[in-house]
C-alpha cells in the first residue's frame, strides 16, 4: 500500500494500492448522510480508484441504502429476488452446510447484459468466515490501455453480444442446479435475450476508455463467427485478468465496498465452506455504454 493522500482541506484519508487501482478511505461515517464537500471528495477518489473499500461501517439496512442514493438511484437487479420489504437490496447468504458454487464465482461486471448496466455496486460485509471469500477485481482501464496501438484500433468499432442467459437462462448454471441454495434465484426466459454494447466503453467522468467483456456475461462479437469470436474474447479475458491488472480485496465485518462496473470486472472466491457468509448488496442505475 502507497503512504496515506491527505490535502490540507482534504476531510478523508485515502490509501491507495501500489497499482492505483483499488484504495482504502477513512476518516468518514457513512452512518449519516456526507456533506457535499465530502461527497465530492469520495466521488474523485472512487473515479481515481475504481474500487473503494470503507472499514469499519457498521450500517443499517436503511444507511445502506442512503449511502447508495447519496451515489444515485438504484439500479434493477433482476433474476434474484430481494430481502422482503427491501426491493432494492439482495442479501448474498451462504448457510455453513451449503454444497452449491458460492454466488458470484465467475469473472463478471454486473448486469453488463441490461440496456443500460448498472454504474456501482456496493456490498456491506455482515458475517464473514475466518477463511476464503475474497473478491477479486481486474481493472479493465488499465488492461485497454496495455494493449498495442494495433490491437485498440482493431477493438474501437466492434460491439460485444451480452447475455444472462449462461447463469440465469432456462439452460443456464443455476436452471442445471442441484444442490440446496440459499438465495433464491430466480430463472427466466428473459435471462436468455442478448444486448449488445462497445466492446471498448468511453467512461463518462473520467473519459478513460476500458475493456467492456466477461467471460460470464458476454456470448460473442456481432459479425463474426464464434470461432472468430472465441480468439478474440479468449485473448482479451486472459489478459484482462493477470496478475498485474488485480486487486484482491479481504473482508473483514462492516466493511462497505463500493466499485465501478464501468470499468472493472470481478470474481468471489469461496474457500468457505462449513462458515456462515452474509452480505448485503445494492447498485446505482448507469448509462447506456458508449
Known amino acids: 500500500m502507497l503512504d496515506r493522500v491527505r490535502t490540507p482541506n482534504s476531510n478523508i484519508e485515502v490509501t491507495p494500492t501500489a497499482s492505483g487501482f483499488g484504495a482504502v478511505v477513512t476518516g ?18 472512487w473515479a481515481d480508484h475504481g474500487v473503494l473499500s470503507f472499514p469499519d461501517q457498521p ?15 438504484f ?41 443500460a448496466p448498472p454504474a456501482a455496486t456496493l456490498l456491506h460485509g455482515q458475517v464473514i468466515p475466518p477463511v476464503g471469500g475474497d473478491t477479486l477485481f481486474a481493472d479493465c482501464t488499465g488492461a485497454y490501455a496495455a494493449l498495442s496501438p494495433v490491437m485498440r484500433e482493431m477493438l474501437a468499432p466492434l460491439r460485444a453480444i451480452h447475455s444472462a442467459g449462461r447463469a440465469y437462462g432456462t439452460k ?10 440459499t438465495m433464491q434465484i ?27 467483456v466477461s467471460p460470464v456475461y458476454t456470448l460473442g462479437i456481432e459479425g463474426m463467427t464464434p470461432a472468430e469470436s472465441q480468439a478474440i ?20 465485518k462492516d466493511t462497505l465496498l463500493i ?15 462449513g462458515h456462515l457468509r452474509v452480505m448485503h448488496r445494492t447498485t446505482v442505475a448507469g448509462e447506456v455504454p458508449v
Do not use: C
Open 172 to 181: 443456464g448454471v443455476f436452471a442445471r442446479e442441484t444442490e440446496k441454495r
Open 28 to 45: 468518514l461515517d457513512l452512518s449519516k448522510p456526507l456533506a457535499n464537500g465530502v461527497m465530492d471528495e469520495v466521488r474523485q477518489a
Open 259 to 273: 466499485w465501478d462496473n464501468r470499468r472493472t470486472i470481478h470474481l468471489a472466491e469461496g474457500g468457505y465452506d
Open 75 to 115: 439500479g434493477v437487479d433482476p433474476f434474484i429476488a430481494p430481502m422482503p420489504g427491501r426491493p432494492n437490496v439482495l442479501e448474498l447468504r451462504r448457510e455453513p452446510d451449503e454444497k452449491a458454487t458460492n454466488f458470484g464465482a465467475g469473472w463478471h461486471s454486473d448486469w453488463s447484459f441490461q440496456p
Open 59 to 73: 450500517l443499517s439496512l436503511d444507511q445502506l441504502e442512503a449511502v447508495t442514493l447519496q451515489f444515485g438511484p
Open 186 to 212: 430466480i430463472v427466466s426466459e428473459e435471462a436468455d435475450k442478448t444486448h449488445t454494447h462497445p466492446l471498448v466503453r468511453t467512461h463518462l467522468v473520467t473519459g478513460e476508455k476500458a475493456l467492456f
Open 233 to 252: 474474447l479468449g485473448f482479451l479475458f486472459a489478459h484482462m485478468t493477470q496478475e498485474a491488472f488485480v486487486f484482491r480485496h479481504r473482508w473483514a
